[in-house]
């Protein structure tokens, strides 16, 4: 029979690697799910003549941002783009989402569609969303104020 010597440090250095590569794999992961979709945080906020839905979509472009309402229901939805770095750069983190984003908000009561506006400023989306009697659909265009 062959004893073999036991090595504490052979033994926690393969921990160590088990451990980072569990680490590797979860952020990997985790980046895997960011670039996929994330959602913009918003606010509602109801007047008496119209709701104001508020969006938080820094980096996005107005071209990259869409807005559908059907009936009491808001959709906006896009895409942020990682920005693209030169030849000679290299990441060691990314942190900041990117990809597509969605949201959907149920509104209390239907809007005027005809009447509906969107602004887009300095990172921040507001749709202005008039209130009305009658359900009907249709797009926003997004207005950017800033250039």
Request: charged content about 30%; some cysteine.
């Amino acid at each position: 029979m062959t004893l073999n010597r036991w090595d504490p440090l052979r033994d926690l250095l393969n921990f160590q690697e088990r451990v980072s590569r569990l680490i590797d794999a979860s952020a990997r992961e985790s980046l895997a799910r960011r670039q996929a979709c994330w959602s913009p945080v918003a606010d509602i906020l109801e007047t008496p003549d119209a709701y104001v839905l508020r969006a938080e979509l820094p980096g996005v472009g107005r071209d990259n941002i869409n807005i559908e309402v059907r009936g009491n229901l808001v959709r906006i939805y896009g895409e942020r783009a990682l920005e693209s770095e030169p030849a000679i750069a290299a990441y060691h983190s990314i942190e900041r989402v990117h990809g597509m984003f969605e949201r959907t908000f149920t509104l209390p009561g239907p809007v005027d569609m005809d009447r509906s506006e969107a602004k887009y400023e300095d990172g921040m989306l507001e749709v202005n969303l008039p209130k009305s009697d009658e359900v009907r659909e249709r797009s926003i265009s997004v207005v950017c104020l800033s250039q």
